[in-house]
């Protein structure tokens, strides 16, 4: 639909020829090649037009849809005589948490922009980190992992049932996870709150609900206390093994930025979604590149059962 309004603004030289004064645009970070084409026709054919972009390049998460990063990070190359104006105040989360965001985003140097963050709320609560060790060698991988994803559900149900507990509510409280599809971890998640008399769904629509969902899913959305499982290497992990890049490629104009990057500023949406307190789950032996690059900000906690 986009690419036919492109040619049909190109074609059609009346078409809305002089007759807008503004255009506004939210989640500017998400801008994909045929977006800006469509921006830029509307400038072109009405040249006192004043743009106005809104948008964080440090939650751009959405190449899978062909956004391109380059669009926003380099805006004066795609439009005259910008100004830029940086929001750096978080109003949502505690200091831990932004600075814990900040030195997440500040591994990926160049491709990103650099602004100095602040949190209006300067309580330090730590962000916390449960490995769970591994039962056995001798035991196979997926056996092993079955045990983690046993211990992972039944730690977070428990405090979840703890937090239920001292006064919170449902909205309150989130889990996320990378890939939610996962089926063993899904299950066993389902199966052990039922059990616990706590409910979880993964549709935002029931209220008596604690929220389960992917970290794409939860953006622009907050809880007190987020509990992100399997931050863990490997398929269903961070960074996700799970899809191929080179799938994103026919969407997308030009090169890909890494994914890897991506991957890590959906990290940095993952824990920011929090406004207390950022509660990871880690498997021992498999623990993801991304906590080795927060450790300072983070407190880890081996757990065995």
């Not at 977006?35 to 743009?51: F, T, V």
């Not at 996870?177 to 059990?195: C, W």
């Not at 490629?249 to 030009?254: C, V």
């Amino acid at each position: 639909m986009i690419n036919l309004a492109v040619k049909e603004l190109k074609q059609n030289e009346t078409l809305y020829k002089d007759i807008l004064d503004h255009i506004l645009i939210d989640e500017y970070q998400d801008i994909s090649a045929q977006r800006y084409e469509l921006i830029k026709s509307l400038m072109d054919k009405n040249s006192n037009c004043k743009l106005f972009s809104v948008g964080d390049d440090w939650q751009s998460i959405m190449g899978f849809a062909g956004s391109d990063l380059d669009f926003f990070v380099n805006f004066s190359d795609y439009f005259d005589h910008p100004a830029r104006t940086d929001l750096t105040v978080n109003y949502r989360s505690v200091k831990s948490i932004v600075d814990t965001g900040a030195e997440i985003i500040k591994q990926n140097g160049s491709s990103q922009l650099k602004k100095k963050t602040s949190a209006n709320n300067k309580s330090l609560i730590p962000v916390k980190v449960y490995s769970f060790e591994q039962q056995s060698t001798h035991k196979s991988n997926y056996a092993n992992q079955m045990v983690y994803y046993d211990q992972m559900v039944q730690h977070c149900v428990n405090k979840i049932e703890a937090y239920r507990q001292n006064g919170y509510e449902p909205a309150d409280i989130m889990i996320l996870a990378r890939i939610v599809s996962n089926p063993r971890m899904k299950e066993k998640l389902f199966e052990y709150a039922n059990t616990k008399g706590v409910s979880i769904s993964t549709e935002l629509k029931y209220s008596n609900s604690v929220p389960f969902m992917s970290v794409h899913k939860s953006k622009g959305l907050q809880a007190k206390v987020v509990f992100i499982f399997d931050v863990v290497e490997g398929l269903y992990g961070f960074p996700s093994e799970l899809e191929n890049p080179d799938i994103f490629e026919p969407a997308i104009k030009g090169s890909r930025k890494e994914k890897e990057e991506e991957e890590r500023r959906l990290f940095y949406v993952a824990i920011t979604r929090a406004k207390e307190e950022a509660i990871i789950y880690t498997q021992e032996g498999r623990e993801s590149k991304f906590l080795d690059e927060i450790d300072e900000h983070v407190i880890f906690e081996n757990v065995a059962y």
